[in-house]
């Protein structure tokens, strides 16, 4: 009787003693891009992990546009601003500062998701001036509530050690494999995925195409917006996919897959995606990516004639298991304790 009548005391008072935790993830955009989905897992991982041993209320807030001109960045920091009121505030890069201030004086945490930062991309001039007043307010920052995320040991290192940031952890790109295991076996086409259409690519990767395309390959790109496809002289195309089914089904039957990234990429999930359906990846070593065909044992090129000649050998291998396990979306808790923990042992 003493028994039950203690775990019935221990159940109340662990019920009494639950707090109320409210996450917010605060995103943008008018398509789901790779580091919304990475950012994403993140959001979904940490309601899970803190749901252990807390009522958690998660939300996901998210307006569908883009904020490019100076008016149009003035009230995304508006509105970020009035959103990031939670325990925990998951934000983006561009949302990071607002963040902060609105929760300088509070208790609040702030997690600002860096996938990367590349002085020579092509920012903006109030764009380079909005990264240097982030990163000097979190050298300011005395405590732990202020929190870089990103997903490379590349970007883990460029953080700490070139910005001088602290509080910098890894929150890699997790993948749930079972999706990706109908696509390994399908039979390889006379086709080159030559990556995602975007301004970061080699401004030479047209001319590979137009070289592969008479080598007998068709080359394609993917897209997220609609107004960018088109054929251009049958030597290659730009494709926007109906779902990512149908995208992975298309790459899964590629000879392989193209990152020849001009900056230095954040990690790069298309080019993991590729692996993921059995389908070799070539590129240059920038960034994150370049951490990504390390550890996969991908062919790391340095120009596109590299580029051309690997491809004409058939120069390439794949991963082994344990780069997919390494992955794995059930290892995000394992990540997760490490940021949290080392917040709760300094408050």
């Not at 995602?196 to 897209?223: M, R, V």
């Not at 359906?277 to 070593?285: D, H, I, M, Q, R």
């Given at each position: ?19 109320n935790?409210?996450?917010?993830y ?14 994403k ?28 001109s ?14 990031s ?21 509070t ?47 590349f970007w ?7 910005q ?14 079972n ?29 590979l195409?137009?070289?592969l395309s ?17 054929l ?35 990690w ?11 389908t ?9 990516l ?15 004639e ?14 082994d ?15 997760l ?11």
């Amino acid at each position: 009787m003493r028994g039950e009548c203690n775990k019935y005391c221990k159940f109340v008072s662990v019920v009494f003693h639950m707090k109320n935790m409210q996450i917010n993830y605060i995103s943008y955009g008018v398509v789901k891009t790779g580091g919304y989905r990475h950012e994403k897992c993140l959001f979904d991982a940490l309601c899970g992990y803190k749901s252990r041993n807390t009522e958690v209320s998660g939300q996901l807030i998210r307006r569908e546009r883009l904020f490019e001109s100076l008016l149009g960045y003035i009230d995304l920091i508006l509105w970020s601003f009035l959103k990031s009121n939670a325990d925990i505030n998951i934000v983006t890069a561009r949302t990071g500062l607002s963040a902060i201030l609105r929760n300088w004086f509070t208790k609040n945490e702030v997690w600002i998701v860096l996938h990367n930062y590349d002085e020579k991309d092509g920012k903006t001039e109030h764009m380079t001036l909005y990264y240097q007043k982030l990163f000097s307010w979190l050298k300011k920052a005395k405590h732990e509530r202020f929190k870089i995320i990103t997903g490379a040991p590349f970007w883990v290192q460029y953080f700490e050690q070139e910005q001088g940031l602290k509080n910098v952890y890894l929150f890699p790109n997790f993948f749930d494999l079972n999706v990706y295991e109908p696509y390994r076996k399908i039979k390889k086409e006379q086709t080159i995925f030559m990556g995602q259409w975007s301004t970061k690519n080699d401004p030479h990767i047209i001319e590979l195409a137009n070289q592969l395309s008479q080598l007998g390959y068709y080359c394609y790109f993917s897209t997220l917006y609609t107004q960018d496809v088109r054929l251009f002289n049958g030597a290659y195309e730009i494709i926007c996919f109906e779902s990512h089914e149908t995208f992975l089904e298309q790459m899964s039957k590629a000879t392989c897959t193209l990152a020849l990234i001009r900056i230095n990429e954040g990690w790069n999930r298309i080019a993991h995606e590729s692996l993921l359906v059995n389908t070799p990846v070539l590129g240059f070593k920038r960034g994150g990516l370049g951490d990504l065909l390390k550890e996969s044992n991908s062919e790391i090129v340095n120009s596109i004639e590299e580029a051309y000649n690997c491809i004409e050998g058939g120069l390439w291998v794949l991963p082994d298991q344990d780069f997919f396990e390494r992955y794995n979306l059930s290892n995000t808790l394992n990540y997760l304790e490490i940021v949290c923990s080392n917040h709760s042992s300094q408050s």
